[in-house]
C-alpha cells in the first residue's frame, strides 16, 4: 500500500516568509508525528497528534510553528515569519496509534528540505 | 525520564565483515519495544529491526540481528557480511507510551 506522502520535497523560502508544510500519512494510521532534522542529527520531536487533537506539543520551538490535523488524516506543518534557523528537513512519520495497542513502529516520509535564505 | 544512548558518533567496517552498533536505554516500562532505524543519504528512514521486551529471544531479520540484555538495558545491532548499501545512519529508538525515544545516531561507514 501507499506509504507516508510528504510535500513538498524541498522548500526554499525568503527570510521572514511563511510556509507549510504537508502530511499524508498512512491509511487507516492514526497517530502522527513531525519531527526536525538539521543537517547530520537526529531527531527533534515537534509534534504528536492523535486523530485530529494534539496532546503533546511540547516539542514546537516557538510560537511560530503550529500544526493542524484534519479529518485524522492530512497534516499541515506551518512556519510563519521563518527564520535562518528554520532551516532542515522536516519528517513526517505515522502509526497505528493507540487503537494499533503497540507496537508504535513508526513509518515515514521522505521529508521536506526547508531552506531558508 | 526516558532515555536513549548511543555512544558511537560513527563507525567503520570492511565490506563483508561483521559490526555492532551500541544502543543503551532507561526505561521505567515493564513492557517495551525497541527499535533500530536505518537512515540512507535519501533521508528516508527505514525500520531494520524490533525487538519485543518480554521476548528473551534476540530479534533477527537477514543479516540484521540484535544482542538485547534486557537487566542490562542494552540493545546493540549487529550487521553480519556488510554491504555498501549498509552505508546509513542508524537510529536505536525504545517506544514509550504513544512516543519512541531516539538516540543520536551512530553514522556507519563501509569500506569497500
Known amino acids: 500500500g501507499a506509504g507516508v506522502s510528504q510535500s513538498p520535497s524541498n522548500k526554499v523560502t525568503e527570510k521572514g516568509k511563511d510556509v507549510e508544510l504537508r502530511c499524508d500519512p498512512i491509511s487507516g494510521h492514526t497517530a502522527l508525528y513531525w519531527y526536525r532534522q538539521s543537517l547530520g542529527q537526529g531527531l527533534e520531536f515537534l509534534i504528536y497528534f492523535q486523530g485530529n487533537s494534539a496532546p503533546d506539543k511540547s516539542g514546537l520551538p516557538s510560537d511560530r510553528f503550529s500544526a493542524e490535523r484534519t479529518g485524522g488524516s492530512v497534516s499541515t506543518l506551518t512556519i510563519q515569519r521563518t527564520q535562518q534557523e528554520d532551516s532542515a528537513v522536516y519528517l513526517c512519520?505515522?502509526?497505528?496509534?493507540?487503537?494499533?495497542?503497540?507496537?508504535?513502529?513508526?513509518?515515514f516520509g521522505p521529508g521536506t528540505r526547508l531552506t531558508v535564505t | 525520564a526516558q532515555t536513549v544512548t548511543q555512544s558511537q558518533p560513527e563507525m567503520s567496517v570492511q565490506e563483508a565483515e561483521t559490526v555492532t552498533l551500541s544502543c543503551t536505554y532507561d526505561?521505567?516500562?515493564?513492557?517495551?519495544?525497541l527499535f533500530w532505524y536505518k537512515q540512507p543519504p535519501s533521508r528516508q528512514m527505514i525500520l531494520v529491526i524490533r525487538?519485543?521486551?518480554?521476548k528473551q529471544q534476540n530479534a533477527t531479520e537477514n543479516r540484521f540481528s540484535v544482542n538485547f540484555q534486557k537487566a542490562a538495558k542494552s540493545f546493540s545491532l549487529k550487521i553480519s557480511d556488510s554491504q555498501l548499501g549498509d552505508a546509513a545512519m542508524y537510529f536505536c529508538?525504545?517506544?514509550?507510551?504513544?512516543?519512541?525515544?531516539w538516540g543520536a545516531g551512530t553514522k556507519l561507514i563501509i569500506k569497500p
Open positions: 512519520a505515522s502509526s497505528l496509534g493507540l487503537a494499533g495497542g503497540g507496537p508504535y513502529e513508526q513509518y
Open positions: 525487538q519485543e521486551a518480554y
Open positions: 526505561t521505567s516500562e515493564s513492557d517495551y519495544y
Open positions: 529508538a525504545c517506544d514509550s507510551n504513544y512516543q519512541l525515544i
